[in-house]
């Protein structure tokens, strides 16, 4: 059971994580002309792609945790007599 909302966790993680990602390059080409001479070179390099999905990936794993320990201490049975 811990496996299986680990596993869903991170899943989702890494869809947002790749959803952050798909929009890191629209918005850096569109604030790269607004800065102007306060940054001359605005460049995503991939350390910062990479850093993205590093932290996806602790976010979902940490958010899997409590549930997944919830759910590892309830029976079966009786986890399913509460939902009916």
Do not use: D, K, N, Y
Request: proline residues 5%; hydrophobic residues 60%; positive net charge.
């Amino acid at each position: 059971m811990r496996r299986l909302i680990a596993g869903e966790s991170l899943l989702i993680a890494l869809v947002g994580g790749a959803i952050g990602v798909a929009a890191t390059f629209p918005v850096t080409a569109a604030f790269g002309p607004a800065l102007g001479t306060l940054f001359p070179v605005f460049q995503v390099s991939t350390q910062t792609i990479l850093l993205q999905l590093g932290a996806a990936l602790v976010i979902g794993l940490v958010a899997a945790v409590a549930p997944s320990i919830r759910a590892s201490r309830v029976r079966i049975v009786e986890g399913l007599r509460a939902v009916g």
